[in-house]
């Protein structure tokens, strides 16, 4: 995330923040991202964290492996003397921040809910989100679509429109033969990858 000093400094309008196992496919529907960001004055927009293929948390949070966000709101945001521990159940910190039941109102996922979900607090990464919530940012969710090609999630603006890029999941271990999400395991699910990508990038 910006630092401070990065972020008072900084001229650009939006960041935009992707796991090392997020491959951008389409240049033009991020730029389409980014117009719907503008035109409908989104401050942070992503996949949710629950009722998808492979997460089953918090569908208020948006998971970090693609997500764009309005920095003047980032920079209201200083988290620079927190300290995290985990309960056994959830991360919690010294500030207190948490999930509160306020922040299901008003929320809104026109997208199919493949699994369930839990309100939790999973990811310290999600006491981001809640002082976002608190400053009353306005959240909107992309589609994850599950691709079986790779077994990964390929997140859309809409449920008909073209991926924007691909995420693999786990790929930090991307030599791994023993893990095995869906059909492929980590290896046969990068080789796939990989030459899907060769390809397109060659045409």
């Not at 995330?1 to 939006?14: D, P």
């Not at 998971?63 to 159940?89: A, C, H, P, Q, W």
């Not at 500030?95 to 607090?121: A, H, L, M």
Request: charged fraction near 30%; include cysteine; hydrophobic fraction near 35%.
């Amino acid at each position: 995330m910006l630092v401070k000093k990065q972020r008072e400094k900084t001229n650009y309008k939006y960041f935009i923040m992707v796991d090392e196992d997020f491959f951008l496919t389409s240049r033009e529907e991020m730029l389409k991202l980014l117009e719907k960001v503008e035109n409908e004055s989104i401050d942070l927009i992503g996949p949710p964290d629950g009722y998808t293929h492979y997460r089953f948390h918090n569908p208020v949070a948006i998971n970090t492996y693609l997500m764009v966000g309005l920095i003047e709101k980032v920079k209201s945001i200083d988290l620079r003397d927190i300290k995290f521990g985990y309960d056994g159940l959830n991360w919690v910190n010294n500030r207190n921040i948490k999930f509160q039941e306020s922040y299901k109102e008003g929320w809104e996922y026109d997208f199919p809910k493949v699994s369930y979900c839990t309100y939790d607090d999973f990811e310290p990464y999600y006491t981001f989100m809640w002082e976002m919530k608190r400053l009353g940012a306005k959240f909107k969710y992309l589609y994850p679509r599950f691709d079986d090609r790779f077994d990964s999630s390929n997140p859309r603006i809409t449920e008909n429109s073209e991926d924007i890029g691909i995420h693999m999941w786990y790929l930090r271990a991307w030599s791994d033969t023993t893990i095995k999400p869906f059909k492929f395991t980590n290896l046969e699910r990068y080789n796939l990858v990989e030459k899907y990508l060769i390809e397109i990038l060659n045409n």
